[in-house]
C-alpha cells in the first residue's frame, strides 16, 4: 500500500512544481536544497523532509536535478496524464476559466461548458460549446470526464454536485461559496478567492494596528 502523504506536504508540491519550472526556464540544472530554500523562503530541511516522503531524490553533494525533480512532482502532481474537465456554470468565472489557456499546457483540457441559461446554448468560449445541463448526461456517456468545475450560484452548487457525483464524475473543483460535502470517494477542492483577501485584509489590518 502507498504511504499516506500528508495533506500539509500536498499543497506545498504546486510551489515546488512552479519554481523549478522557473529555474528550468533560466536554464538551471541544479540546485542545493539550501538554494532552493533561499529562493522558496522555506528551510533546508523542510524541502529535505517534504521531498523524502516521495523517497528524496537528492544526491549528497550534488543537490536536486531541476529537470528530474520538476517531472517527478508533476507525475506525484499527476501532471503527467490528462484531466478532461467540464465547467458547470458559464457566467464570468466558468468563461474566464474557459478562457485561461495554461491550464492545458498542464494537461487539464475544458471540452465543456454547461449552463441554464437558453441564451447561452450553441455559444462557445475559445471554441468549446456551451451546452445546457440537460445535455450532461449523454455528453458524459460519451466522452470521460474526470473533473467537474462549479462556478454556478451557491443555492444550486449542492443539487448540481449530486447530479455530477450521480452521473460518476468523481472529482469537483468548486467556486461556489459554500464547502460542500460529497461522498467519500469523491475529491472536491473548494476555492475560495475571498478567503485570500479577507487573509490580505487582516494582514493590512494588523500592520495598520502597528504602526
Ligand atoms: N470561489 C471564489 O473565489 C469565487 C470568486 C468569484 C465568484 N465565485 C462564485 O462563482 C459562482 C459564479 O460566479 P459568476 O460571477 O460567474 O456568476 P454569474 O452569474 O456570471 O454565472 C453563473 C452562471 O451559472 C448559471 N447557472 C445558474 N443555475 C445553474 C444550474 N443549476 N446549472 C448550471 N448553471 C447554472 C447561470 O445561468 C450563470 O450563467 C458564484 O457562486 C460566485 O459566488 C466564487
Not at 500536498?10 to 512552479?18: E, K, S
Not at 474566464?96 to 492545458?104: C, H, I, M, R, T
Not at 472529482?171 to 460535502?181: G, P, S, V, Y
Request: aromatic residues 8%; proline residues 2%.
Amino acid at each position: 500500500m502507498q504511504k499516506e502523504i500528508s495533506q500539509a506536504v500536498i499543497r506545498r508540491m504546486p510551489r515546488y512544481y512552479r519554481y523549478l519550472g522557473e529555474l528550468l526556464d533560466a536554464g538551471v540544472e541544479r540546485i542545493s536544497s539550501n538554494e532552493l530554500s533561499v529562493r522558496m523562503k522555506v528551510t533546508a530541511s523542510q524541502i529535505r523532509q517534504d521531498l523524502n516522503n516521495f523517497g528524496g531524490f537528492g544526491q549528497q553533494g550534488y543537490g536536486y536535478n531541476v529537470q528530474y525533480l520538476y517531472e517527478e512532482i508533476g507525475k506525484i502532481l499527476g501532471l503527467d496524464r490528462q484531466h478532461n474537465i467540464i465547467v458547470v456554470g458559464a457566467g464570468n468565472m466558468g468563461q474566464a476559466l474557459a478562457n485561461y489557456v495554461k491550464f492545458e499546457k498542464r494537461g487539464f483540457m475544458i471540452t465543456g461548458l454547461f449552463d441554464v441559461n437558453p441564451a447561452l446554448a450553441g455559444l462557445s468560449v475559445r471554441g468549446i460549446e456551451i451546452h445546457m445541463m440537460d445535455e450532461l448526461p449523454e455528453f458524459v456517456k460519451h466522452q470521460r470526464v474526470d473533473i467537474a468545475v462549479l462556478t454556478l450560484p451557491k443555492e444550486k452548487a449542492e443539487q448540481a454536485a449530486e447530479q455530477l457525483v450521480k452521473l460518476g464524475i468523481r472529482a469537483i473543483w468548486n467556486f461556489a461559496h459554500l464547502d460542500l460535502e460529497l461522498p467519500d470517494d469523491v475529491v472536491v477542492e473548494n476555492v475560495h478567492l475571498s478567503d485570500s483577501l479577507m487573509q490580505l485584509s487582516y494582514n493590512i489590518v494588523r500592520r495598520q494596528d502597528n504602526e
